[in-house]
């Protein structure tokens, strides 16, 4: 994918006129990873954000424990690392390619000056942020106020909705990302996919889970 390719497919660039496509892709720089490799680590000086092209991004932090916490996996559109844009502070997680991943990179200073000249930018990136506010916001709730049991059953509707409303979802992460971002363990992740299949909620074969029961998977949540 190139540079426009890239800002066409960002929900932060919907609906920007062709110039102001252009302007973004002459400031942008593309920076490729292999899997494995960080893009940034927590308390990095936030000069810029970036967009997914390709590939899939893992933000987490670390607990003084040493364990790792998975907040978020984002794949292609999807902009990352943009809150410091606005605040000039350092970068509040750290950012690593789960697969070799193409993005673009937005320098802060130029990006800045470019909302600046074009508020339509600024808007866009409200909408963006406020729903990333709102996600932010179900996951607290599903991790201080439900059981594991239910943040599954959560977040295998959301990948159906996701993923075309279909029956078959694929998760895109392995199953111990999955239970870093559902704030469990891999063996306790086993065991209620186990017993999922047992009540006949859903079907389990490697990453792709067959829903064989949606309400019974709602009333769950």
């Known amino acids: 994918?190139?540079?426009?390719?890239?800002?066409?497919?960002?929900?932060?660039?919907?609906?920007?006129?062709?110039?102001?496509?252009?302007?973004?892709?002459e400031i942008a720089v593309i920076k490729n990873y292999e899997k494995g490799e960080n893009i940034f680590f927590e308390g990095d000086l936030g000069i810029g954000f970036y967009v997914v092209g390709q590939g899939k991004v893992?933000?987490?932090?670390i607990s003084f424990?040493?364990?790792?916490?998975?907040?978020?996996?984002?794949?292609?559109?999807?902009?990352?690392?943009?809150?410091?844009?606005?605040?000039?502070?350092?970068?509040?997680?750290?950012?690593?390619?789960?697969?070799?991943?193409?993005?673009?990179?937005?320098?802060?200073?130029?990006?800045?000056?470019?909302?600046?000249?074009?508020?339509?930018?600024a808007l866009n990136m409200l909408a963006v942020l406020?729903?990333?506010?709102?996600?932010?916001?179900?996951?607290?709730?599903n991790l201080s106020l439900k059981e594991v049991p239910a943040r599954l059953a959560s977040y295998l509707i959301y990948l159906s909705e996701e993923q075309g409303d279909v029956d078959i979802v694929e998760l895109d992460i392995s199953k111990g990302q999955l239970a870093s971002l559902l704030g469990t363990i891999p063996e306790t992740l086993s065991r209620i996919f186990a017993k999922m299949s047992d009540e006949g909620l859903i079907e389990v074969n490697g990453k792709k889970i067959t829903l064989l029961d949606r309400e019974g998977l709602r009333e769950k949540v």
């Open 1 to 25: 994918m190139n540079k426009t390719e890239i800002i066409n497919s960002s929900i932060l660039f919907d609906g920007l006129p062709a110039d102001q496509i252009e302007a973004l892709a």
């Open 58 to 61: 893992k933000i987490s932090k």
């Open 65 to 121: 424990a040493g364990k790792e916490h998975i907040l978020h996996i984002f794949s292609g559109g999807e902009p990352f690392g943009e809150v410091p844009v606005f605040n000039g502070r350092p970068f509040p997680a750290t950012a690593e390619a789960l697969m070799k991943t193409r993005t673009l990179f937005f320098p802060r200073d130029k990006f800045v000056s470019l909302v600046e000249a074009n508020p339509s930018l």
């Open 130 to 141: 406020s729903l990333r506010l709102r996600k932010f916001a179900t996951q607290i709730e």
